[in-house]
């Protein structure tokens, strides 16, 4: 029993779900629901389509490089059952997960810091050029900009802990 | 040694027939027709071409039938014998006639004979009806395709039911076994009847056995007492008793087999087979030929090396299945003996069977997912090693943040300075993490998120005062058109009366069709 990738938005394909699509050259794709499933068929390349999780590694949107991805390898060779190994062996993954899980959190974060600083900063451009915004407003604006952040800030939270 | 085929010798047919075909054949073969104008050589060459072909056929046909009749000095004695059987069995008058007619029914009497060969080495078996030879010979046949695979093939000869009458009253099937007796190198087992079955007494076969007797002497011989399931040599009378034992003091093997049980039935076999081959090997070494080839052979011997000893070598397995073999040693017990003990209860487990550094843990169900995760892909010997250089680098990393800014103070700090109201810090969106547990449930739903916008929509995306009126003006001249039209939004496409009578009824006339 294994959780496969799904080939185009990389998501887990749990036993009993999905699809299997082998090309003539032997290449095995595998889809966790008809939306990939039909996405692909449409040809375009996963690396374009935003939701996808290829996307987001592309375009630097996500944490990519780093020492607890490589615990996850594919092995060639199986290794004989041992109790003790393989006890170990969970325990170190319920921990390396955990670093794994703060460490993107905090990436992203990091991310939407800058984000936030450049927003800023094309606030002050703006409110330089427009000298007739009431004080009001202005407020508005800025609690609206705030708002706003603090909006998104919520939606990525929520996003990631679905993952 | 050739195989004879008396079956394919060619039809020799009678005379008056062998000259009507011959002329059929010609009139056939040869032009048929002449014309008066012909010159008189040509029609002199005409007939003359049919004679000389009548001629030649005439001649292939006898000698055909020449070369395919056995010589009679060529052949086997076997045949010869039964040849001459045959001439006495034929009666003279048919002698006194064509020759050809007389051929051919000689001809007719060689295919009837079974097709042996005389010089295969053959066990012959023979003993009164109804004793048990064929069975015999279904049995060992079903056993091995060939009575024993040596580079010559041997065969089974079935000799008919030999009757005990004199010579000269037994009719012609005996007559063609016994002649065969004579002249086959054969090995004889004689089938004996122990329980008197076959309806002759012990005593008659034996008075046969010593009848037959002057034609087997130069041939090795075996008694076999058949049907030893019903009767036992033991349960015999004191003397029938005796009779075997005087048997086997004259040099003949007494074997009891039963071809119900196979006992003895493979022994038979192979005492005949191996006593035959022994008889053969010592009448060739008695004979004349042997010193001949003996002075043309000479054994080399290779001179020894070194004192080293070097026995052939036999794999320690085979050892051991032969002496598994000679003790018969119960088999090991199987899953399926074990499933049938069991029965109901039984359930397969193979992991029993597992090679595993600690047989204990044989038995253990084995996890293979956790949390999304494929567990198979984190085992590895040095999986401790990688996680302690791991939890180094997040120690680090935590001394680091630690001393960077909080991103929370941060957060706040500049909330404030955009004159945000900071005094409700409980409820505040950044906070979520430590809330979790509490009433979060409906906050966590993305749908909900997405349903209750923070920023009213009719202002999101405007930072003018100009542009959020514009916006306003936008909406209310794209309501005109629904609102004039009785819509109820954008996308109502009702239509209230799809076929309206004044439109659709009356003369065309006065441009009604325009306003359809």
């Known amino acids: 029993m294994r959780i496969e990738k799904c080939y185009f938005c990389s998501g887990p394909i749990y036993p009993g779900h999905g699809m299997m699509f082998i090309r003539n050259d032997c290449k095995v794709f595998r889809f966790c629901k008809s939306k990939c499933h039909k996405n692909f068929k449409k040809k375009p390349n996963p690396r374009k389509v935003r939701w996808t999780k290829a996307f987001r590694k592309a375009a630097g949107k996500e944490l990519t490089v780093d020492n607890s991805f490589e615990f996850v390898t594919r092995r060639n060779e199986p290794i004989k059952y041992q109790r003790e190994l393989w006890n170990k062996t969970i325990d170190a993954m319920k921990r390396v997960e955990e670093i794994k899980q703060k460490r993107q959190a905090e990436f992203i974060m990091n991310r939407l810091k800058k984000i936030k600083s450049y927003i800023k900063f094309r606030i002050s451009k703006k409110s330089s050029k427009t000298s007739m915004l009431s004080e009001p407003l202005l407020q508005a604006k800025g609690s609206i900009w705030n708002r706003k952040w603090y909006s998104r800030c919520k939606r990525m939270w929520i996003w990631k802990t679905n993952q | 040694m050739a195989h004879y085929n008396f079956k394919k010798i060619t039809v020799v047919p009678s005379a008056k027939d062998f000259i009507d075909l011959k002329l059929s054949k010609t009139q056939r073969k040869t032009p048929a027709v002449i014309h008066q104008h012909y010159q008189i050589h040509h029609i002199g060459h005409f007939y003359m071409r049919k004679v000389k072909f009548t001629q030649q056929n005439y001649h292939d046909r006898l000698s055909q039938i020449l070369t395919d009749f056995p010589k009679l000095d060529d052949i086997h004695p076997f045949y010869w014998t039964m040849l001459l059987k045959i001439t006495r069995a034929t009666p003279s008058t048919a002698r006194q006639k064509q020759s050809l007619a007389y051929l051919e029914q000689v001809c007719q009497h060689l295919s009837h004979l079974p097709t042996t060969d005389p010089n295969t080495r053959t066990p012959l078996l023979c003993g009164y009806p109804n004793v048990g030879k064929s069975s015999f010979i279904n049995k060992v046949t079903r056993a091995d395709v060939d009575v024993r695979s040596y580079y010559l093939r041997w065969q089974a000869v079935d000799a008919p039911g030999i009757l005990d009458h004199p010579l000269e009253y037994r009719n012609t099937i005996v007559m063609q076994a016994i002649t065969a007796l004579a002249h086959l190198r054969a090995a004889v087992p004689y089938v004996m009847d122990l329980s008197e079955q076959c309806g002759h007494g012990l005593r008659e076969q034996l008075e046969l056995f010593q009848n037959i007797r002057p034609l087997f002497i130069n041939k090795p011989l075996i008694v076999v007492a058949n049907k030893c399931d019903v009767k036992r040599i033991a349960e015999l009378s004191e003397d029938d008793q005796k009779i075997f034992t005087d048997l ?7 074997i009891k087999t039963s071809t119900l049980t196979e006992e003895g039935v493979i022994k038979v076999k192979t005492k005949a087979c191996d006593r035959l081959l022994a008889h053969q090997v010592e009448t060739k070494m008695k004979g004349n030929k042997v010193n001949e080839a003996l002075n043309r052979l000479h054994l080399a011997v290779p001179t020894r090396r070194d004192d080293k000893e070097r026995p052939p070598l036999i794999p320690e397995g085979v050892v051991t299945r032969r002496k598994r073999m000679e003790m018969e040693e119960p088999k090991k017990k199987r899953e399926r003996d074990l499933e049938l003990e069991m029965e109901d209860d039984y359930i397969l487990d193979l992991q029993k069977y597992w090679d595993l550094m600690n047989s204990s843990e044989k038995h253990d169900k084995i996890p293979e997912i956790w949390e999304g995760h494929n567990i198979a892909d984190y085992i590895d010997p040095a999986v401790m090693k990688k996680l302690e250089e791991l939890e180094k680098g997040e120690e ?21 300075s955009l004159g945000v109201d900071m005094d ?24 909900w998120s997405r349903s209750c916008p923070q920023t009213p929509r009719d202002v999101s995306g405007l930072w003018d005062v100009k542009m959020v009126k514009k916006a306003k003006i936008m909406m209310k001249n794209a309501q005109k058109k629904m609102n004039r039209l009785g819509k109820k939004g954008e996308a109502d496409r009702h239509v209230f009366d799809m076929k309206p009578k004044h439109l659709l009824s009356g003369k065309r006339k006065a441009g009604k069709k325009d306003r359809r």
């Not at chain 2, 086997?248 to 007494?254: H, I, L, S, T, Y």
């Open chain 2, 424 to 447: 409700n810090k409980g409820d505040a969106h950044y906070s979520v993490q430590e809330k979790k547990g509490e009433d979060s449930a409906p906050h966590s739903s993305v749908a």
């Open chain 2, 248 to 254: 086997q003091a004259e040099g003949f093997p007494v």
């Open chain 2, 396 to 416: 680090l990393r935590t001394a680091a943040r630690e001393y960077d800014s909080d991103s929370e103070t941060v957060l706040e700090n500049e909330s404030c």
